[in-house]
């Protein structure tokens, strides 16, 4: 696994990062137990890089990263926008992990730089604690152009962790060409970038092959976060990521995996994915998108119409 260092931050990531939302309580809920066979595979493959948010509630299952091999970098997010509340989130990481400091903590989802600033005072309270080495880096996640392009604009913010892939679904103000555009002004600036949804959240699965091969040029990616939730994933995002042959054997194990549509809870209800599917497996009950998995055939179309992003293949 190739390692990178994270913009001018000085931490080594591995290209892989592995994302952990999957495995949590809010997705596939995996015990422990499994949880930490997942983990050990990817460490056993090189990945050092772990990404999760206070809002996965899932840092019992990266706590045994640590435990398993201590020098591994996690990066966690919280959606603060006060010192009380940034100081409430990092003491949360600190004791669920079992660690006196993290690797990066980023403030969750910003949207521009008047977002940015409107969360002053909670970068504020990060600044402090990066001066007393708690934690190691900060910066932003965000699925928005806008969001890469203000972070930029702050020399005090390491790290952007934006959402980019093959045909921008998921990006609420503009094309993957633009966000690709932004990313690159951000890195000569020295910001350390690490990718979310390079398979736009599952829906893209069924252009697997495409997407790796887009992410995987972009030079300007220090890591990529991707989400898994077996030892077989590992093995296979893995062997993507290095250009290394997948057996039929391994890729018939991916591929056979079961999925299901996992709607996040901030769902408006506006109905366009009901609208766009095609086997009717999508209604609105109370103000909200409700899937009949019966029906349910993964054929994704809801995912692109969803301007929430609020739709992903688990």
């Not at 934006?162 to 060409?177: F, Q, R």
């Not at 998108?289 to 809801?302: P, S, T, W």
């Amino acid at each position: 696994m190739k390692i990178n260092t994270l913009g001018d931050t000085g931490i080594k990531v591995s290209r892989m990062c592995f994302g952990s939302l999957t495995i949590g309580p809010t997705q596939k809920n995996k015990p422990l137990s499994e949880s930490k066979e997942i983990i050990a595979a990817a460490l056993d493959h090189g990945v050092n890089f772990f990404d999760t948010a206070d809002l996965y509630n899932n840092y019992a299952h990266l706590k045994q990263a640590i435990e398993i091999k201590r020098d591994v970098v996690i990066s966690t997010k919280s959606y603060d926008y006060t010192a009380a509340g940034v100081r409430k989130s990092l003491h949360r990481a600190l004791t669920e992990l079992g660690r006196d400091y993290v690797d990066l903590y980023l403030l969750h989802e910003q949207e521009s730089r008047k977002t940015i600033e409107g969360h002053w005072e909670a970068i504020a309270e990060l600044i402090k604690f990066k001066e007393a080495g708690v934690v190691r880096a900060i910066g932003i996640s965000t699925h928005r152009i806008e969001g890469v392009v203000g972070a930029t604009l702050f020399d005090e913010l390491d790290v952007i962790h934006p959402l980019i892939n093959l045909t921008g679904i998921g990006i609420e103000d503009g094309t993957a060409e633009e966000m690709v555009a932004a990313i690159h002004a951000a890195k000569k600036k020295g910001k350390g970038i690490y990718a979310m949804k390079a398979l736009g959240g599952g829906n893209l699965l069924a252009q697997k092959q495409a997407c790796f091969d887009f992410i995987l040029g972009l030079e300007d990616l220090d890591a990529i976060a991707i989400g898994v939730q077996s030892v077989d994933e590992v093995r296979y995002d893995v062997k993507r990521i290095n250009g290394e042959p997948i057996s039929q054997q391994l890729a018939a194990a991916v591929a056979g995996s079961s999925k299901v549509i996992h709607i996040s809870d901030w769902c408006e209800g506006c109905g366009e994915c009901v609208k766009h599917c095609g086997p009717k497996a999508l209604s609105i009950v109370e103000g909200k998108a409700v899937i009949d998995n019966q029906k349910c055939i993964l054929c994704c179309y809801c995912g692109t119409y969803c301007k929430l992003f609020c739709i992903k293949v688990i």
